[in-house]
């Protein structure tokens, strides 16, 4: 039960400084690129730049640490993937032009994206089936208020400082992580070193392969409110009608302290019906309500559109148990790896959803643009959900056989 009480502590909190990282860029944005020379008209094109090498740092250090995990340990990559993102954090408090800058948000992309998945993994395999649900739930919780503490961050110290203090807090995590220990059900897997981390058997099996599509895109509507809902909220605001400056930092704030709130929610409700899958797909449809409220409802200040923004990142709230989800659907030698890419080809979605909102904003105004994608998001995070197995109570001490 100690060793429990630890590794929720332990990656809780790994998981807060994981966001707060994740997020800060987004916060400080306009301050740091102005500080480099940036001219104002210049700000979104490298902005979208940066996020860009970040968001491609991701989807390599999720294959990356995600093999890792399977091959190497979950401990392994919880370490490695702190330390990675810890010494970016410190590096990018001393840059001084935006190559430098593009190169060390993309390493700290690869830092990033093992955090969540290895965590998730570790505890999935180490508590007990039936509560392993308030496990998962417990850290994203936690994880997601790093958010709500960088917009804090960045509004309190300059980005140099901010980026400085993330670095400091992640080597402090390093010394807390010598209490946890690895999963049992790795450590016997082991024994069969030849059938670990094999990532062809994603794809040499339909049924795993589509099983493992459908995981990725039932977290498709998380990203659609945060990546075009909220980060586009001062375009959305203008066309709504709303004439006060519209701050991105304090909707991103808003939305994941709702996010926060929504994961307890959805974890505790998972967990009374005994179901991933229906809380899932009440998740989904709170998200195409409050979506429409946002969009539709006549909003004319810019509180009013704070105010949503908590209601759609709780609607959003079920990131805990779709991580949860992948990890339950498949075998230990390869958990970690689908644990691990899951969220961030999600995270990474993020770039076709914003493709389409402003292809479409061209010809229907941004309202109808954000409706019509995040129809299409959460009608596909729906189908994909009906067609998962509900996994709730399954024993996950098995291996996936290399058979097609």
Same mark, same amino acid.
């Given at each position: 039960? /100690?060793?429990?009480?630890?590794? &929720?502590?332990?990656?809780?909190?790994?998981?807060? !400084?994981? $966001?707060?990282? &994740?997020?800060?860029?987004?916060?400080?944005?306009?301050? +740091?690129?102005?500080?480099?020379?940036?001219?104002?008209? %210049?700000?979104?094109?490298?902005?979208?730049?940066?996020?860009?090498?970040?968001?491609?740092?991701?989807? !390599?250090?999720?294959?990356?640490?995600?093999?890792?995990?399977? /091959?190497?340990?979950?401990?392994?990559?919880?370490?490695?993937?702190?330390?990675?993102? @810890?010494?970016?954090?410190?590096?990018?408090?001393?840059?001084?032009?935006?190559?430098?800058?593009?190169?060390?948000?993309?390493?700290?992309?690869?830092?990033?994206?093992?955090?969540?998945?290895?965590?998730?993994?570790?505890?999935?395999?180490?508590? +007990?089936?039936?509560?392993?649900?308030?496990?998962?739930?417990?850290?994203?919780?936690?994880?997601?208020?790093?958010?709500?503490?960088?917009?804090?961050?960045?509004?309190?110290?300059?980005?140099?400082?901010?980026? =400085?203090?993330?670095?400091?807090?992640?080597?402090?995590?390093? =010394?807390?992580?010598?209490?946890?220990?690895? @999963?049992?059900?790795?450590?016997?897997?082991? @024994?069969?070193?030849?059938?670990?981390?094999?990532? *062809?058997?994603?794809?040499?099996?339909?049924?795993?392969?589509?099983?493992?599509?459908?995981?990725?895109?039932?977290?498709?509507?998380?990203?659609?409110?945060?990546?075009? =809902?909220?980060?586009?909220? #001062?375009?959305?605001? *203008?066309?709504?009608?709303?004439?006060?400056?519209?701050?991105?930092? /304090?909707?991103?704030?808003?939305?994941?302290?709702?996010?926060?709130?929504?994961?307890?929610?959805?974890?505790?409700?998972? %967990?009374?019906?005994?179901?991933? *899958?229906?809380?899932?797909?009440?998740?989904?449809?709170?998200?195409?309500?409050? @979506?429409?409220?946002?969009?539709? +409802?006549?909003? +004319?200040?810019?509180?009013? =559109?704070?105010?949503?923004?908590?209601?759609?990142?709780?609607?959003?709230?079920?990131?805990?148990?779709?991580?949860?989800?992948?990890?339950?659907?498949?075998?230990?030698?390869?958990?970690?790896?689908?644990?691990?890419?899951? #969220?961030?080809?999600?995270?990474?979605?993020?770039?076709?959803?914003?493709?389409?909102?402003?292809?479409?904003?061209?010809?229907?105004?941004?309202?109808?643009?954000?409706?019509?994608?995040?129809?299409?998001? $959460?009608?596909?995070?729906?189908?994909?959900?009906?067609?998962? *197995?509900?996994?709730?109570?399954?024993?996950?001490?098995?291996?996936?056989?290399?058979?097609?």
């Amino acid at each position: 039960m /100690k060793n429990i009480k630890s590794l &929720l502590i332990v990656t809780a909190l790994g998981y807060f !400084v994981d $966001i707060y990282d &994740l997020i800060l860029f987004s916060i400080v944005r306009v301050q +740091s690129l102005t500080e480099l020379g940036v001219a104002n008209d %210049q700000l979104m094109n490298i902005g979208v730049y940066l996020i860009n090498a970040q968001m491609i740092g991701m989807l !390599v250090g999720g294959v990356i640490w995600g093999i890792l995990g399977d /091959k190497r340990g979950r401990l392994t990559v919880l370490f490695g993937s702190i330390l990675v993102y @810890s010494l970016a954090n410190l590096a990018n408090s001393y840059v001084h032009d935006i190559q430098t800058y593009a190169i060390i948000r993309f390493i700290a992309g690869v830092g990033l994206a093992g955090e969540l998945g290895a965590g998730i993994t570790l505890i999935t395999e180490s508590m +007990s089936k039936e509560k392993r649900g308030y496990g998962t739930m417990i850290v994203a919780s936690i994880g997601l208020l790093g958010a709500v503490f960088a917009a804090f961050i960045g509004d309190h110290f300059t980005w140099r400082t901010a980026y =400085l203090i993330g670095g400091i807090l992640g080597f402090l995590l390093l =010394l807390m992580r010598v209490s946890v220990t690895e @999963s049992n059900m790795f450590e016997n897997a082991k @024994s069969r070193a030849h059938q670990l981390a094999d990532f *062809k058997l994603l794809f040499n099996n339909k049924h795993r392969f589509f099983t493992y599509l459908n995981c990725i895109l039932i977290g498709l509507p998380v990203w659609f409110v945060v990546g075009i =809902l909220i980060t586009f909220s #001062p375009e959305i605001a *203008k066309e709504i009608g709303i004439t006060e400056t519209i701050s991105v930092g /304090k909707g991103i704030m808003f939305c994941y302290l709702g996010t926060a709130i929504g994961d307890i929610a959805s974890g505790v409700l998972s %967990q009374i019906l005994k179901s991933r *899958k229906k809380v899932v797909f009440l998740f989904l449809v709170m998200i195409l309500m409050s @979506s429409c409220w946002f969009l539709y +409802s006549g909003l +004319s200040t810019a509180t009013a =559109l704070y105010k949503i923004a908590f209601i759609l990142g709780f609607s959003a709230g079920y990131w805990a148990l779709f991580v949860t989800i992948a990890a339950e659907q498949f075998g230990t030698n390869i958990r970690s790896t689908v644990t691990t890419t899951v #969220p961030n080809f999600v995270r990474a979605a993020v770039v076709p959803l914003t493709l389409g909102f402003a292809v479409a904003k061209q010809s229907m105004g941004a309202i109808n643009a954000a409706f019509l994608v995040g129809s299409i998001s $959460i009608a596909i995070a729906l189908l994909s959900a009906f067609h998962l *197995k509900e996994t709730f109570g399954k024993d996950l001490n098995y291996i996936e056989k290399n058979e097609a």
